[in-house]
């Protein structure tokens, strides 16, 4: 703490004590320079984790819309509101990993790690739209991973991954 008086940067403090709000602790210093005395008042302050998205952009983490995402993938499929409601408080307890700020790369990663075991399907359709499918290798290897699930086209808005799912077919077939 910077010393008001004479700005030297260390003191020592000579008596801590929680504020009479109790949410603030008053701590008595001394300047180790100027020897003058200070009364500093530490507050928590919670900061929202900040995802930064591919672009650069950021926003404040918000569960729901994972939800959102995860529901949506989910959407006739097998998975139950209750099996879903764990993948987010998973997700949730994963992020206070961070400090400050995640990459929205690293929020994707962790659903789908969750949605893997429940459902094939929605485990793709999540991807399509967390990983983008900038590669076609990648796209294939998931699909190699999770053994090639029979796409619909209603299962995909993405013609990219759409074309990918039918190439990858086409290829088990022959
Ligand atoms: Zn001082």
Known sequence: MRCPFCNHTEDRVLDSRPHETDSAIRRKRECRLCRR???????VELLPLMVVKADGRREIFDPSKIKKGILKACEKRPVSI?????VIARVSEL???????????????MVLKSLKPLDAVAYVRFASVYRQF??????????REIGAPSLRPEDSKKQEVESHAQASRGRKKS
């Not at 209750?82 to 764990?86: H, L, N, P, Q």
Request: hydrophobic fraction near 40%; proline fraction near 3%; avoid cysteine.
């Open 37 to 43: 005395r200070f009364v500093t008042l530490e507050r």
């Open 82 to 86: 209750d099996a879903i409601e764990k």
């Open 95 to 109: 992020v206070q990993d961070y400090v400050m700020e995640i990459p929205s790369r690293a929020i994707g990663e």
């Open 134 to 143: 900038g590669d076609l290798e990648e796209f294939s290897k998931i699909v």
